[in-house]
């Protein structure tokens, strides 16, 4: 049976009146050939050596989903010490919690957790996220997890998934809910309201009403969290291939407002925020190119695309004329305001901020010359030249101009190039020598250069 909504309501501590929900092989789309073989491996050993073992989390939901998961993680009643002797192509990680991690060929990882105890609800009144180091049982596992829909556990033995707390519903449902109390879960580590908003823009689900206003009212302890894990989460979004219904929810949320506040006065104006959201399917575009032609944005271009609008509205980028010291006065100018609103709030770094100034000081020129169809032999020579052609063609889509990915794949920025928009801003002149780049090796048939 489904456990009743008022045990799992008010984020109560989970007690032995909670039974869990058993579905049968028949009952759901989950088959052992669905799963990575490592990971198989890694569950079958675990069963021979004694011990309980579940595929867990975002393997078991995107699996139901029919899709194809990007990671495979375990959680076991092995201990991470019994875990290392059992695995020796491993390592230990995590501090909070320890992790194993079993390495295979190919630069393959599964991750192999222990099952962790409800810690967070052993102390009542705490505003704070306890430290979650003890170990726990299937039960408490499952209702320490954020997300319902991440909440389900898949048994090899018997094709099984074990469901506590209504996981299985949800994902029949199309709906994202908070595990518990979405308040005092938001509460104590707000990053779950990130996370909520993040899986409801991927699989296209709405946020359950109680977790949806308790993210809208508390939306602003986002604040509260380290940079660096809020930059990690953010980046996150912005490579999904989802990163404009990712912005949406955020804009009706008020989320987008709290991780950048001067959006709010801006987005008011619908131009404005149509703007970013065509920009933002630019990025999703290129980020879910099939084949050989993915495409993966370096960061400092992640965050160019996603300020664009505001600082073409703070600089009047494109309708500046820059002659003589102009640009850099303008490029002082740009540094300063992306200093002020989102390097330390995102913990960017120097080299980052440079490219990011970069890209955006010189969108008046590259405008101009796109506009003519020339690019004079000068600029072609300086080391910025493929990254702002390409930041231009991306912007330049976005107003409804050809597809950036065409431009870029046909190399027409740069035809001694194979070009991707991938490249690294070095910020610094030519020069010959290697500089980045695919190494002299290659798993390509044939190797390098017909070199085996």
Request: charged share 30%.
């Amino acid at each position: 049976m489904i456990a009743d909504s008022a045990d799992l309501d008010g984020g109560q501590e989970p007690s032995s009146k909670v039974q869990a929900t058993i579905i049968e092989q028949a009952d759901h789309p989950i088959r052992p050939g669905d799963i990575d073989r490592e990971a198989l491996k890694v569950l079958y050993r675990l069963r021979d050596a004694g011990f309980v073992a579940y595929l867990v989390g975002g393997g078991v939901r995107d699996l139901y989903l029919g899709k194809r998961p990007k990671d495979f993680d375990i959680s076991t009643s092995a201990r991470p010490g019994q875990l290392r002797r059992l695995f020796r192509n491993s390592r230990t990680i995590g501090r909070r919690f320890r992790l194993v991690q079993v390495f295979y060929r190919g630069n393959k990882i599964i991750e192999v957790s222990t099952l962790r105890s409800q810690s967070e609800y052993d102390i009542r009144d705490s505003k704070v996220l306890p430290s979650n180091n003890t170990f726990g049982t299937l039960e408490e596992d499952a209702f320490r997890r954020d997300l319902t829909i991440n909440s389900l556990f898949y048994e090899v033995e018997h094709s099984t998934i074990i469901d506590y707390v209504g996981g299985v519903a949800d994902l029949n449902d199309g709906i994202v809910r908070i595990v518990g109390d979405p308040e005092v879960r938001i509460t104590r580590d707000p990053v779950r309201m990130l996370r909520a908003v993040r899986h409801a823009a991927r699989a296209g689900f709405t946020i359950e009403e109680r977790t949806w206003q308790a993210i809208v009212a508390q939306r602003d302890k986002l604040n509260l969290c380290p940079t660096s894990r809020i930059r990690d989460e953010l980046l996150k979004d912005l490579v999904s291939g989802c990163s404009r219904p990712w912005a949406e929810k955020c804009v009706q949320s008020g989320i987008l407002f709290t991780l950048f506040p001067f959006y709010e006065a801006l987005l008011v104006d619908e131009q404005k925020k149509q703007q970013l959201y065509s920009i933002l399917d630019v990025v999703d575009r290129l980020h879910s190119s099939g084949g050989d032609r993915k495409v993966q944005l370096p960061e400092y271009m992640l965050f160019a695309a996603i300020l664009y609008p505001w600082i073409e509205k703070e600089f009047d980028l494109l309708n500046r004329e820059i002659k003589g010291g102009g640009y850099r006065t303008l490029m002082i100018e740009i540094r300063a305001a992306l200093e002020g609103v989102i390097c330390t709030r995102f913990n960017i770094k120097r080299s980052a901020k440079e490219a990011i100034t970069t890209l955006y000081v010189n969108m008046p020129a590259f405008q101009l010359y796109r506009e003519k169809k020339n690019w004079p032999k000068w600029l072609k020579k300086k080391s910025y030249f493929n990254d702002c052609v390409k930041f231009s063609a991306l912007t330049e889509e976005a107003g409804g101009g050809p597809e950036a990915a065409r431009i870029l794949f046909a190399g027409e920025c740069a035809p001694q190039e194979n070009v991707k928009l991938h490249g690294h801003h070095e910020g610094g002149g030519g020069g010959g020598g290697r500089r980045g780049g695919n190494p002299v090796f290659s798993s390509q048939k044939g190797g390098v250069f017909g070199l085996r």
